[in-house]
């Protein structure tokens, strides 16, 4: 449902589903910069994709699934994560290689499993979600339930000869899948353009017929709308849509990216779109939340990111027991 | 165990299929011609008919991307056995099966698994060229995570692929096309062979001779002809790869004093390398001799049929090895 199109007489009640987005943007925003921290006092193992700028992508789709509706996400994927449900201190348990995490410190922020959340996991690979939600999507079909999958991937994925593969199996099946780009301009250190040929991103998904659109990745409504209509066709077993997004990663690459690639007058431009206080505008304007409200929102949900961060500091290692378990179901 | 009847390899496979898909509605077929077409070697025949596209898949050529719908349906709830056309062709899906499947339930610390089975011809002898007659299954035996099944034989094949069905790990299932028209006892009715499990195919005496594969038939040939030099070899099949019955292979060669390993893949860093390491490892004791191996030519596999047919020891050449590590 299209939360622009509800008018209940309560403007509290009428509030509520944009201040839950707006909510789980801050949330997301507010795990990212934790861990940015923590990175930067070299206390993240690894390596570490921050998604702080493209909040709206992972809310605005997740937000139009159910909790039984399946995600397959990428290396950038905290914010796929948070908004499709996981707890953030087992979250960031996971990043910090801690036992409390999703996959006993084990996967680290690029393997992710959270399937209590319909979340099929992080990847390392680009482009490795994209097969996996699309197998999501036949198992719903083959299975007779109404469920839909979503993949995430960004712009660098759309290089990857497995996409098309993909896309023609879920044109040909009617697989009720979302395959939905993050366009944040760049595949690691190089620029999107330098590496791709084509006028149109959204092509790709044409030219094996499938519903594509492109959406601004900067603001939550659009992407939200843009998902429940692929959400709707998907359910109706109108088979599968390509969404992209035009969104940008404030933080790099990875945590450490010393973004030279980059112009500062870019980033500059972007972070005037960024899709929070453009949300938080809107509901001032429109009369639904004062800033005062949001204000309170912003440090409550800031409050309860510390203390999930807390708890998975103050979390054990794994032990050497556990290395060896899981191998086999 | 139920009743016996004649049937081939290639029937015994079929049948397993069959009744795992009437057993589990959540068991479905992927491929390559598989549906109405029955498969290029008539290995799924009659099973379209009788189970229908929505679980008999024809996929179109794209193994890697097929494969790894294969991958992400096994993670939600799906059963799939996907077939790879020729063996050669499981380089095109090595990402799916190695970095996702393969590690989906540690990564996930056994939240999630991806219970599939990937089934695949290999088979050297039929001129079809560099690009289809390699057999990789040590490929997939060096990934954590992966189970190798290599039936030998039909009753092992149907059992063992109704074990894989029900496994809830990713398996690789090597078939070797030379061995779909081997016709022996096969039980009636749904029966499993579990995996981990070595079978005495021939006791013997004097050698141990661990046979992988269609090695099995070849090694029991080679023994026939070793028995009439009065060499009395005993044939042990590993069955599955992963996970390896070290035991019975130790039991066997603390009996025999002697073990020779035959595999149907390139020799060198092959199965074949790690049965007789592990030998070495753990039988020492017993050995009178070095362990042997013996396996394919390291060498692309040759078109022309006389070339091809140097590349794999055959029964002849398999018994002279027999006889020489037990006379030395």
């Known amino acids: 449902m299209n939360a622009a199109a509800a008018t209940p007489a309560q403007p509290e009640a009428e509030a509520a589903p944009y201040l839950a987005l707006l909510g789980q943007m801050m949330r997301i925003r507010a795990f990212e910069e934790q861990a940015r921290r923590l990175f930067a006092s070299g206390q993240v193992p690894g390596l570490l994709h921050l998604c702080s700028g493209q909040e709206a992508m992972a809310v605005g789709v997740c937000s139009a699934l159910r909790p039984t509706d399946v995600i397959a996400s990428n290396h950038r994927g905290h914010g796929h994560c948070l908004a499709k449900g996981a707890d953030p201190a087992r979250l960031m348990a996971e990043i910090l290689g801690c036992a409390s995490g999703y996959g006993l410190g084990r996967g680290g922020s690029m393997h992710v499993f959270d399937p209590a959340n319909g979340n099929i996991g992080t990847n390392g690979i680009v482009g490795g979600g994209i097969p996996l939600a699309a197998g999501a999507a036949l198992s719903a079909q083959r299975r007779g339930t109404d469920g839909v999958a979503a993949g995430f991937f960004g712009d660098g994925a759309l290089n990857q000869g497995l996409l098309f593969e993909v896309l023609n199996m879920a044109a040909i099946w009617r697989l009720p899948v979302l395959f939905v780009c993050e366009n944040n301009g760049y595949g690691e250190f190089t620029a999107i353009e330098t590496v791709t040929a084509g006028k149109s991103m959204i092509a790709r998904g044409q030219v094996f017929d499938i519903p594509a659109e492109h959406v601004d990745g900067m603001d939550v409504l659009a992407v939200r709308a843009a998902a429940e209509r692929a959400v709707a066709r998907a359910r109706a077993g109108e088979g599968p849509s390509f969404i992209v997004g035009t969104t940008y990663r404030y933080g790099g690459h990875h945590a450490g990216d010393a973004q030279d690639y980059k112009d500062k007058v870019e980033a500059e431009a972007w972070q005037k779109k960024d899709p929070i206080p453009r949300l938080a505008r809107h509901l001032i304007e429109r009369g639904l939340a004062s800033a005062a409200h949001i204000d309170a929102l912003g440090k409550e949900v800031e409050a309860a990111i510390e203390e999930a961060v807390k708890a998975a500091k103050a979390a054990a290692p794994p032990t050497a027991s556990d290395l060896v378990r899981h191998l086999y179901a | ?328």
């Open chain 2, 1 to 328: 165990m139920p009743e016996a009847r004649t049937d081939s390899y290639r029937g015994a496979v079929r049948d397993a299929l069959a009744l795992a898909m009437r057993a589990d509605a959540n068991v479905i077929l992927m491929g390559e011609d598989i549906g109405e077409a029955g498969g290029v070697f008539k290995q799924t025949e009659g099973l379209f008919a009788e189970f229908g596209a929505a679980r008999v898949i024809d996929t179109p050529i794209s193994e890697s991307g097929a494969f790894g719908i294969a991958v992400g349906a096994a993670m939600t709830g799906l059963r799939p056995v996907f077939e790879v056309m020729f063996g050669d062709f499981i380089t095109l899906v090595m990402d799916q099966l190695v970095n996702q499947a393969a590690k989906v339930h540690y990564m996930s610390a056994g939240a999630m698994r991806a219970p599939l089975v990937l089934r695949t011809a290999v088979g050297i002898g039929a001129s079809l060229g560099p690009q289809h007659s390699q057999s990789l299954h040590a490929w997939a035996a060096h990934v954590p995570g992966l189970k190798v099944v290599l039936p030998a034989d039909p009753a092992d094949a149907k059992g063992l692929m109704m074990a894989a069905i029900d496994d809830d790990n990713p398996v690789v299932f090597i078939e070797d096309r030379n061995l779909y028209t081997l016709k022996g006892p096969v039980p009636e009715g749904p029966y499993r062979v579990p995996f981990g499990q070595a079978a005495v195919k021939r006791p013997g005496r004097d050698l141990s001779v661990i046979a992988t594969g269609r090695m099995v038939s070849i090694a029991l040939a080679a023994a026939e002809r070793a028995a009439a030099q009065g060499i009395e070899a005993e044939i042990v099949d590993p069955r599955t790869l992963v996970p390896l019955d070290v035991a019975t292979l130790v039991r066997s060669v603390q009996k025999t004093g002697r073990a020779l390993v035959v595999d149907g893949g390139a020799r060198a860093f092959g199965a074949g390398a790690e049965i007789a390491a592990t030998l070495a490892e753990e039988a020492f004791d017993w050995l009178d001799a070095p362990v042997r191996r013996l396996g394919a030519a390291d060498l692309p596999v040759p078109f022309n049929a006389n070339l091809e047919s140097l590349i794999l020891p055959d029964a002849r050449g398999l018994a002279q090895a027999m006889i020489a590590l037990v006379r030395g």
